[in-house]
């Protein structure tokens, strides 16, 4: 047989792992279908959700009717009375400050009649003021909601504000605009919720739909009153975070509590409601800029003063403007507005859409004014020379260089008025420490790779056994991951687009130790020297004569009966950070109506080296999808003056259906030549809702500000309605 270029590199004399180049790699870098896909797709999968333990009964939280309360009577006794109901506990018991704060929780034989023993419960109460939305919190008798403190850390400002006001007055031209995003919710499609397998006695098992495995195990022995080493953490499948699900949360320690009061194990996850009420947003926020250019496209003053609409606790939004954009001269001031409403929690890029929504609307509207291509503005402002290469690229796919509103939007009286918008992304993505793998090769030649790791559905497995099958010289079908178990190696959360760099450099180093001991065990077998063996193709042969050699499980029943095992640690040199994306939007507008149909979406993205190309261009769909949700669709809705949230439903709180979605290209950015995975999903979310938004602009002329982009403001930024 010929000897192959991969295995040429694979020499086990290494003194470190290291990533070959990407043209000799046989499972990483390729188009891989996911080694779990069949289990989704069959329902073989279990999430937590789906977890079913003898004795388990099911729970509820009731949940503040009101946005801020003041709780006279709480008696739960009656719940109890309820037949199926054998367990209830207060949760909060004298005020609540948020719509939505969970107060009790009860345990039934049924769902039914948990909500049945939730209705029994007393709650009596005194409304208190609230504010739940901007008017209400700005009012000049508005409640206290954070104490001056908060208020303060709240605020800051950058830039020199004279400096910036003084490159305005020179500018060729200057607009003003304010731009505002609404609260958008997750909408995982697995609710936040735990199942605690505790039946009294000293150990408990706690399944968790969360992002982090390793991160609410000694919350819930804690409540428990166990030893922390005797409950174990399971996430082995979970519907979705989005940065929302991290520890225990409330669903989990009410669940625990409820386990250890009647010595039952509780499968507490919140019903849909509940999830849009307690589980957490991405905030809202406004920007009021000033922004003025040179007569030829360079941005020299800005000027911003951003709002960000917090909960009772966390908000988000992204740096400072200009953002990614370079300005001469800038200044800004950030300010949050709590609200008496649910926390803000990390969603998908935390700040990045509102700060990309705010900067790439103004930098568009200054564009047009100044006659010019708003492509070209763009890549004038830009320091990093890799935007510029990704925005040509997308420009041509979208069809740019033939399209006629280059410098002006086009007739909204025309037949068809079709729009093509751009906007671009940025993401640090690097891994950290703390992750362990463990690789084992047993007699039988088969091969496991474990990692307590947990999977939000980007693929967590797959990477899992491909690192370690193109180590070994396998096919990805010949390793088979473990994954989701505090029992397994330690492994960090996955937030931040961490993952991937957090979790390929163990893979690798603990595949890498496992072909090393590999090679030293068989080099007497083959009378070679350890450095010489290699592996590929399912084979272990001799560098120096590929006839030399022995199939891979040949050489695995040479091992002892205990098989072999490696460890495996973080290398700082085995991933990389900072990624770019951008991406563009095809539009139609129909001014008669407002209806927007997006036709197209471009994305490219660059990540290093891809671990699973179809796994990468899925992730960078799956953003778009999400940024097109974001701007045509999602919005929280409440009743200031009743204290009510309106569309807590996926009835009413609407997301892009199939319908709605257009053709999409992704591409990966093959250009960025950098030799280690870097995490990137984070990014791919951020351009597109202000791609879409310039789109529209640029199809006719209707600048809308305000997401989401509904007709009846499309028509009214035509001025046919008011």
Known sequence: MATEPNALRNAGAADEPV????????VLAHELVRVDARDKVTGKAKYTHDVRVEGMVYGRMLLSPFPSLKITKLDIAPALAVPGVVGAIVLQGDETSWLGEPIAAVAATTPARAEDGLRAIVLEYEKRPWAIDVPQASAPNAPQIWDEVDMRKGTKT????????????SAAAVIEATYSV?????????????????????EATVWNSTQATFSFAPDAAEELGLKAKNVTGRVEYMGGGFGSKFGLDVPGMAACKLAKQIGRPVHMMLTRADEFLAAGNRNGASATIQLGGSSDGKLVGMVADRKKFAGMDGSGLAGDDPYIYSVE?????????????DSTRAMRAPGHPPAGFFIESAIDELAYKLGLDPLEVRKKNLKDPVYARQLDRIAREIGWDAHPNKTKPGDPKAARCIGIGFAIATWGGG??????????????????????????GTGTRTLVAAITAEELGLELGDVTPHIGSTKLGSAGGSGGSVTTGSLSPPVKDAAFNARTALAEHVAPTLAIPAERVRFAGGRVFDANDAK?????????????????SAQGKWRKSLQDSGVHGAQAARVEVDTQTGAIKVLDMIGIQDCG?????????????????QALSYGLFEERVVDAKLGMFLNPSLEDYKIAASMEIPRMVSILDDDDTRTAPIGMAEATIIPGHSAIANAVFNACGAR???????ADKVLKALGKVV
């Open 158 to 169: 950058r830039g020199d504000e004279g400096d910036a006001k003084k490159k305005l007055s």
């Open 431 to 456: 891994g950290r420490g703390g992750t362990e793998c463990e690789v084992r090769i047993e007699r039988d030649g088969s091969v496991s790779a474990s990692v307590g790791t947990q999977d939000l």
């Open 548 to 564: 030399k050699s022995l199939t891979w499980k040949q050489v695995c029943a040479t091992l002892p009966a205990e098989g072999l």
């Open 609 to 625: 080296l891809p671990i699973n190309r179809a796994g990468a261009r899925s992730q960078v769909n799956g953003g778009m999808i």
């Open 182 to 202: 609404p609260v958008q919710h997750h909408v995982c499609l697995e609710t936040h919720g735990a199942v605690v397998d505790f039946k009294g006695g000293d």
């Open 704 to 710: 809308v500000r305000d997401l989401p982009m509904t």
């Open 329 to 341: 001269k800038f200044w800004s001031r950030t300010a949050t507005v709590p609200l008496n409403m």
């Open 19 to 26: 990533w070959p180049p990407r043209g000799e790699m046989k």
